[in-house]
């Protein structure tokens, strides 16, 4: 009897819904719970629904919706997020006690389209979760089926971009998050975003389709290596959009700038030289440079463009030059217009070396040196040469030549459109514009000094040795010894002069104190007018 009634009270502890139901679940009685939903990021930088403040992955934002399936059931429910949980949009309910796999995706649309991405990124996401059960609410970790294209403009014109478009698949298809297809090969619009400072576009696209196509602004471009996105990941391609931009020296603590190159060193004050090995073109943005040996070194057979931009950058050398070239090259100094650019020169400021410049050519034992050329610009020049030394240079041309019987020959020197003070400091016998001292037996001969639509000061103060050996402010330094001395002619157009010299006893344009053979052949012009083969000063 005792064993009969614990039987009885064994069965009676049964539920009604075990006996009822068995393995199966009543209806809408056990709902599909979530108990977080993530986007995972695996360690690298992804794609996503609205990206992340720092760009590493996706959040979900208030209103996404995704679409999520019980494995074995046909049907499909929805969750919403409310800008704080999901939310049950189509609720889900269990229908048996065994485990299950759970898959979510979103969006629940099968075709996306990703042309115009410029307002917010396209998104393809996929959860799966093994071996859920009813009894333990779901944790669900998004990955990303897309992958994310990020392109970084760099250069001089980075700031000018104001859009870029890739070339991939403009739509793709999906079913459930799996089995990403896309179609119609065109141009994406990306989507402009800034993370850590730093300026790029965004885009998702079809993993698998090689992209090698850009275009930033209206310029279309092809990378030098196309890419092959992978579903997940970002990759990072930086696109140079101008000139490439050095902000500071190379390892062996000076720029070195090579043939064919087109840069701009932007932002940078140190001691670090520019040395230009062949033809180039170097900008100045923001430049202060002070060093013991020349500021600008150009080798021989270089063709070099210095680009001012700009009103803050200086070149100063305490023993050497500013700016010096040496055999079969020339000079170029241009700007954005003499009230937009302004480059500072002081040479030798502590008077340490001799034949240097501020602008132009260290002139060797002979040889053949090319055009200086300074338009649309503001340069100011100084020249210290206190030391006393008959071999000093100009502020503007050439440097001293000594005691050698080497011929040499110069071109041009031409000034346009600019604004420039070129003073020559101390006991020198250096022209402000024009020549050095040129106490050589070899011969010396130039083209012409061309100024025009300009505003020039020049101060020619120095002398050496003693007085009335002076130099003129625009054409010849002192010349000397018996070696011949020629220039072509000296051009004088539509420009202001303000010009100094020591105490009037020489020529303000023209010839400084010869005691040489010195010749200006065609003679000197001012606004096509004939003034003498020899000096002129100007009222």
Same mark, same amino acid.
């Given at each position: 009897m005792?064993?009969?009634?614990?039987?009885?009270?064994?069965?009676s502890s049964?539920s009604n819904?075990?006996l009822t139901?068995g393995n199966?679940?009543?209806?809408?009685?056990?709902?599909?719970?979530?108990?977080?939903?993530?986007v995972?990021?695996?360690?690298?930088?992804q794609s996503?629904?609205?990206?992340n403040?720092d760009?590493?992955?996706s959040?979900?934002?208030?209103?996404?919706v995704?679409?999520?399936?019980i494995a074995?059931?046909?049907?499909?429910g929805?969750?919403?997020?409310n800008?704080?949980?999901?939310?049950?949009?189509?609720?889900l309910?269990?229908?048996?006690?065994n485990?299950?796999?759970?898959?979510?995706w979103y969006?629940a649309?099968t075709?996306?389209?990703l042309?115009?991405?410029s307002?917010g990124?396209a998104y393809v996401?996929?959860a799966?979760?093994t071996d859920?059960?009813?009894?333990?609410?779901?944790?669900l970790?998004?990955?990303?089926k897309?992958?994310?294209?990020?392109?970084?403009?760099?250069?001089?014109?980075?700031?000018?971009?104001?859009?870029?478009?890739i070339k991939?698949y403009?739509?793709?298809?999906?079913t459930m998050g799996?089995?990403?297809?896309?179609s119609?090969?065109?141009w994406i619009e990306?989507?402009?975003t800034t993370?850590g400072?730093?300026?790029?576009w965004?885009a998702?696209?079809?993993?698998?389709?090689?992209?090698?196509?850009?275009?930033v602004? $209206?310029t279309e @471009?092809?990378? %030098?290596?196309?890419v +092959?996105? /992978? &579903?997940?990941?970002?990759?990072?391609?930086a696109?140079? !959009?101008?000139?490439?931009?050095?902000?500071?020296p190379?390892?062996n603590?000076?720029?070195?700038i090579n043939?064919?190159?087109d840069v701009?060193?932007?932002?940078?004050n140190?001691?670090?030289p520019?040395?230009v090995?062949?033809a180039?073109?170097?900008?100045l943005?923001?430049v202060?440079i002070?060093?013991?040996?020349s500021?600008?070194?150009?080798?021989?057979?270089s063709?070099?463009?210095i680009?001012v931009?700009?009103?803050?950058?200086?070149l100063t050398?305490s023993t050497g030059?500013g700016?010096v070239?040496n055999?079969?090259?020339?000079?170029?100094? $241009?700007?954005? @217009?003499?009230? %937009?650019s302004?480059? +500072?020169i /002081? &040479?030798?400021?502590n008077?340490?070396?001799d034949?240097? !410049?501020g602008?132009?050519?260290?002139?060797?034992?002979?040889?053949?040196?090319?055009?200086i050329?300074?338009e649309?610009?503001?340069l100011?020049?100084?020249?210290?040469?206190?030391s006393?030394?008959?071999d000093?240079?100009?502020?503007?041309?050439?440097?001293?030549?000594y005691s050698w019987?080497?011929?040499?020959?110069c071109?041009?020197?031409m000034?346009?459109?600019s604004?420039v003070?070129a003073?020559i400091?101390?006991k020198?016998g250096?022209a402000?514009?024009g020549t050095g001292?040129?106490?050589?037996?070899g011969?010396?001969?130039?083209?012409d000094?061309?100024?025009?639509?300009?505003?020039?000061?020049?101060?020619?103060t120095?002398?050496?040795?003693?007085?009335?050996?002076n130099?003129?402010?625009?054409?010849f330094?002192v010349?000397?010894?018996t070696g011949?001395?020629t220039?072509?002619?000296?051009?004088?157009?539509?420009?202001?002069l303000n010009?100094?010299?020591q105490d009037?006893l020489?020529?303000?344009?023209?010839?400084?104190r010869?005691?040489?053979t010195?010749t200006?052949?065609?003679g000197?012009f001012?606004?096509g007018v004939?003034?003498?083969s020899d000096g002129?000063?100007?009222?």
């Amino acid at each position: 009897m005792c064993g009969a009634a614990a039987a009885l009270l064994l069965f009676s502890s049964c539920s009604n819904e075990e006996l009822t139901y068995g393995n199966s679940l009543p209806d809408g009685e056990y709902p599909l719970e979530l108990s977080a939903v993530v986007v995972n990021s695996d360690g690298e930088v992804q794609s996503r629904v609205a990206e992340n403040a720092d760009g590493s992955g996706s959040v979900f934002t208030t209103d996404d919706v995704f679409s999520i399936k019980i494995a074995n059931s046909h049907i499909v429910g929805s969750f919403k997020y409310n800008g704080a949980e999901f939310e049950a949009v189509t609720p889900l309910y269990w229908e048996t006690k065994n485990t299950a796999t759970i898959t979510a995706w979103y969006p629940a649309e099968t075709s996306v389209s990703l042309s115009d991405q410029s307002s917010g990124l396209a998104y393809v996401m996929l959860a799966t979760v093994t071996d859920a059960s009813y009894l333990n609410p779901v944790v669900l970790g998004f990955n990303h089926k897309l992958a994310k294209i990020r392109i970084v403009p760099s250069g001089s014109d980075a700031d000018k971009v104001t859009a870029v478009k890739i070339k991939s698949y403009t739509s793709c298809s999906h079913t459930m998050g799996e089995n990403v297809s896309g179609s119609s090969e065109g141009w994406i619009e990306m989507k402009q975003t800034t993370y850590g400072g730093e300026k790029c576009w965004e885009a998702n696209v079809v993993p698998g389709f090689a992209i090698s196509a850009f275009m930033v602004n $209206t310029t279309e @471009g092809t990378l %030098n290596s196309s890419v +092959t996105p /992978v &579903a997940g990941k970002i990759h990072k391609i930086a696109i140079a !959009v101008g000139k490439p931009v050095l902000t500071g020296p190379n390892d062996n603590g000076q720029f070195t700038i090579n043939a064919g190159d087109d840069v701009v060193i932007r932002d940078y004050n140190g001691t670090a030289p520019i040395v230009v090995n062949g033809a180039a073109t170097v900008a100045l943005e923001n430049v202060h440079i002070s060093s013991d040996g020349s500021c600008v070194q150009i080798s021989n057979n270089s063709n070099v463009t210095i680009e001012v931009v700009g009103k803050n950058n200086s070149l100063t050398s305490s023993t050497g030059s500013g700016i010096v070239g040496n055999q079969n090259s020339s000079i170029t100094i $241009t700007g954005g @217009g003499s009230d %937009n650019s302004k480059l +500072t020169i /002081v &040479a030798n400021q502590n008077n340490g070396s001799d034949r240097t !410049v501020g602008v132009g050519f260290y002139l060797d034992r002979g040889g053949n040196y090319g055009d200086i050329t300074i338009e649309n610009v503001e340069l100011d020049v100084t020249s210290c040469n206190s030391s006393g030394l008959s071999d000093s240079g100009a502020a503007i041309g050439y440097s001293a030549t000594y005691s050698w019987s080497g011929a040499v020959r110069c071109g041009n020197l031409m000034i346009s459109n600019s604004k420039v003070k070129a003073v020559i400091t101390g006991k020198s016998g250096a022209a402000s514009i024009g020549t050095g001292n040129l106490n050589t037996k070899g011969d010396f001969s130039m083209g012409d000094i061309i100024i025009s639509n300009s505003d020039i000061t020049a101060v020619a103060t120095a002398q050496y040795s003693w007085k009335g050996n002076n130099a003129s402010c625009i054409g010849f330094g002192v010349t000397e010894d018996t070696g011949t001395k020629t220039m072509n002619k000296i051009e004088i157009n539509s420009t202001t002069l303000n010009l100094t010299t020591q105490d009037n006893l020489n020529y303000k344009v023209g010839k400084g104190r010869t005691y040489s053979t010195t010749t200006i052949t065609e003679g000197i012009f001012v606004d096509g007018v004939f003034k003498s083969s020899d000096g002129w000063n100007p009222e």
